[in-house]
């Protein structure tokens, strides 16, 4: 109620006091992303038929919250779903041509479905931004670092173009930007890749957003400038009472950063838990405890027949990830899981509570079964790692 009449003032949503037990700052409900594909004509080129319709079903049915001041992480492999959502949230897909949007995303109680192009503007960039993917694509080459910064502030009419300069170049200051003055001045080309992530992320706080959505922003980037981008990233969380969505495939920076954890499987949510939970090994599906098992360890050594010691091979998971145009039926893991029977294939298990802040699409998985891959009990990091094959 708070934040309905706060909006009704025509306050931001982050001028509305929210209590505690209220409803999550950012709530997705059955989303579902599916796009329409032409998979082939009848009859070829002379033929007059028209191409038939197929469905990629990129996003399936999931359900996520988020809270002010909090990081949640949203891992997977890659063809997931988890930038289709992430592109979904901010209505960026180009729904009622080739994509079709349903489900409900309410960002402190509204519905961004239902609102109009309009009013979907007036949110995309200043209640809810985005740093992308690949920086080096996302930054424009013939325009300054300053003026994209300044972009939004401008669209928004936060500022007159001295006033967006200014803004943007203490947005350049607080993500640690040398000499932000030079650096406003500096066309993309000119920074070095970790430069330009930090700009991306410069741009996307720059309107003081409640909600920040981070998909994989340590993409192409050497391991010390990783960790300084994951540093920033929580500590502009910590600051400025940001939510963030952490999209990634480092489970250790989840483990560091995140307080849940959304374990995306072929266009679905197989798993939500602690991030804790995550970090210890306690994980219940399958495909959580086979990602863990894949990570490299540190100091593992294993000797093999040729007597080469002191190297481990990795343990990847078998088999890929389902087209999202042809989902198999029942369980979509099921033909990657060793747990697999028959029920798996004929039934599609539903996300289900097991513990408080903690649920799981299996139905084999439960706290006491342990681990899919190696039989071992799955409550540390270690067992869940198992020893490769």
Not at 56 to 81: P, T
Not at 157 to 178: F, K, S
Not at 273 to 297: E, W
Request: aromatic share 2%; proline share 6%; charged share 20%.
């Amino acid at each position: 109620m708070e934040r309905e009449q706060a909006q009704s003032a025509g306050l931001s949503i982050r001028d509305a006091d929210v209590g505690p037990g209220a409803e999550p700052l950012l709530a997705v409900r059955d989303l579902r992303v599916y796009f329409r594909l032409a998979i082939g004509a009848r009859g070829g080129r002379s033929g007059g038929a028209a191409p038939e319709a197929g469905v990629a079903r990129a996003v399936d049915g999931v359900d996520l919250d988020l809270d002010r001041g909090e990081c949640v992480a949203l891992v997977g492999e890659s063809g997931c779903g988890k930038t289709a959502t992430a592109l979904a949230i901010l209505r960026l897909l180009p729904a009622g041509r080739s994509a079709d949007v349903r489900g409900r995303i309410l960002l402190a109680g509204r519905d961004l479905l239902s609102l109009p192009e309009g009013a979907m503007r007036r949110v995309r960039g200043r209640e809810i931004s985005m740093v992308f993917q690949e920086p080096q694509s996302a930054l424009n080459p013939v325009f300054t670092v300053g003026e994209q910064v300044a972009e939004s502030l401008l669209a928004h009419g936060m500022a007159g173009r001295a006033g967006a300069r200014h803004l943007a170049v203490e947005a350049l200051r607080a993500v640690g930007m040398p000499d932000p003055e030079r650096m406003a001045e500096s066309y993309p080309h000119e920074l070095s890749g970790g430069m330009k992530q930090r700009a991306l992320i410069a741009a996307a706080i720059a309107t003081s957003p409640a909600v920040l959505i981070a998909d994989e922003p340590t993409t192409a980037l050497d391991v010390t400038v990783q960790s300084q981008i994951l540093d920033l990233l929580d500590r502009l969380r910590r600051e400025r009472g940001l939510a963030l969505l952490l999209i990634t495939h480092d489970l250790g920076a989840v483990a560091d950063m995140a307080s849940r954890v959304y374990v995306m499987y072929a266009g679905k949510v197989v798993e939500r838990c602690h991030a804790s939970d995550l970090a210890s090994g306690n994980v219940l599906h399958p495909y959580t405890q086979g990602l863990l098992r894949a990570r490299p360890v540190l100091g593992a050594t294993a000797g093999n027949a040729g007597g080469d010691r002191g190297r481990r091979r990795l343990a990847a998971i078998p088999g890929s990830v389902p087209s999202a145009a042809a989902m198999p039926a029942g369980c979509r893991f099921a033909p990657r899981c060793p747990w697999a029977d028959r029920v798996c294939a004929g039934e599609e298990p539903p996300l289900r509570e097991v513990a408080p802040g903690r649920a799981v699409a299996c139905c084999h998985a439960s706290p006491d079964r342990g681990n899919a891959w190696t039989g071992q009990g799955c409550q540390d990091a270690a067992s869940c790692a198992g020893t490769g094959a």
